[in-house]
């Protein structure tokens, strides 16, 4: 296999792999959206009962337009920056699960309508650095006489246990086409001038009397330029050794870091595995 990086964003990368095969590709993935750690809001305190406002000492209703377990399951998934080499797995930390700065951060919301409550509310109780990646997510609405008092802790986990620890998106692949124009005895002038007007990825052009492909990565396989000549002068295949891979990240880490660690991870666990079928021989 090789690798060959055509774009890589901060939060999405291109890579395209020769000499592969969609095993492989898959396997990268499946590594990506499956095992690449971050850090997530796992556990949420709600206060109960009325939340008063020191400075008017007016009461508030500590109640919200939804249910708290939806409130929940939005802050599970804001994009909390992840640096793996400062945090670790909570079972594997040296406070033995206990909870600390290097396996654990703490957030609070304290906010009183009528507003709306966005990721930039939830702040960071320690370091500033680890305040929400994306600030303008909203998260819920508060009326007039409503307020939120909230503390969440995130914690570092993978997919694999639930999708808010998934750092990967719209992860895919797609296969180079290989086009190509062999003119047969019974195709005429007429049938092959009209396949520029039909191919939507703008593949072929006439010129000098031939039908030649001029840009054959905007081939999409729709197979209108093999449909439109029926005497078979087009072809169109897949070369399943040849993959165009794209994906993108929550924000939560850089799409360099997502792909460097799922790629050294999934090298480790294919090693364990030749060395475990290595000592049943």
Same mark, same amino acid.
């Given at each position: 296999?090789?690798?060959?990086? &055509? &774009? ?18 898959? *396997? ?26 020191? !400075?008017?000492?007016? #009461?508030?209703?500590?109640? +919200? ?31 033995? @699960?206990?909870? /600390? ?8 919301? #304290?906010?009183?309508?009528? /507003? ?9 109780? @320690?370091?500033? %650095?680890? !305040? ?11 009326? !007039?006489?409503?307020?939120?008092? $909230? ?6 986990? +993978?997919?694999? =246990?639930? *999708?808010?620890?998934?750092? *990967? ?17 019974? /195709? =005429?002038? *007429? ?30 396989? /729709?197979?209108?330029?093999? %449909?439109?000549?029926?005497? @078979?002068?087009?072809? $169109?295949?897949?070369?399943? +050794? ?6 993108? +990240? ?14 050294? #991870? ?5 090693? &364990? ?5 290595? =000592?049943? @021989?």
């Amino acid at each position: 296999m090789e690798m060959n990086i &055509e &774009e890589l964003k901060p939060h999405a990368g291109r890579i395209h792999f020769t000499k592969t095969s969609a095993s492989q590709i898959n *396997a990268i993935r499946r590594a990506l959206l499956s095992d690449v750690p971050k850090m997530a809001i796992d556990d949420v305190e709600f206060h109960l009962g009325p939340i008063r406002d020191e !400075a008017t000492g007016k #009461d508030y209703d500590s109640a +919200t337009s939804l249910f708290d377990e939806n409130v929940a399951l939005r802050l599970g998934l804001l994009p909390i920056p992840s640096d793996l080499k400062q945090f670790r797995f909570k079972d594997k930390c040296v406070c033995k @699960g206990e909870g /600390c700065a290097n396996c654990q951060i703490t957030y609070s919301i #304290d906010k009183k309508g009528p /507003c709306t409550v966005y990721s930039s509310d939830v702040v960071p109780m @320690g370091d500033p %650095k680890l !305040a929400i990646v994306e600030p303008s997510i909203p998260i819920v609405r508060l009326g !007039a006489d409503q307020a939120l008092l $909230v503390y969440a802790t995130a914690i570092m986990g +993978t997919a694999r =246990s639930h *999708a808010k620890w998934q750092v *990967a998106q719209a992860a895919g692949f797609g296969y180079q086409p290989k086009v190509s124009v062999t003119r047969s005895k019974d /195709c =005429s002038d *007429a049938c092959l001038k009209k396949i520029p007007a039909v191919c939507p990825g703008k593949v072929f052009a006439w010129s000098d009397g031939k039908l030649k492909v001029v840009q054959q990565d905007g081939c999409i396989f /729709c197979e209108q330029c093999e %449909k439109s000549c029926s005497h @078979g002068s087009i072809s $169109v295949e897949a070369d399943q +050794t040849d993959v165009h891979f794209t994906f993108e +990240t929550d924000s939560s880490m850089t799409a360099r870091e997502a792909l460097r660690f799922a790629l050294n #991870d999934l090298h480790r666990r294919l090693e &364990e595995l030749r060395d475990a079928v290595v =000592s049943i @021989g």
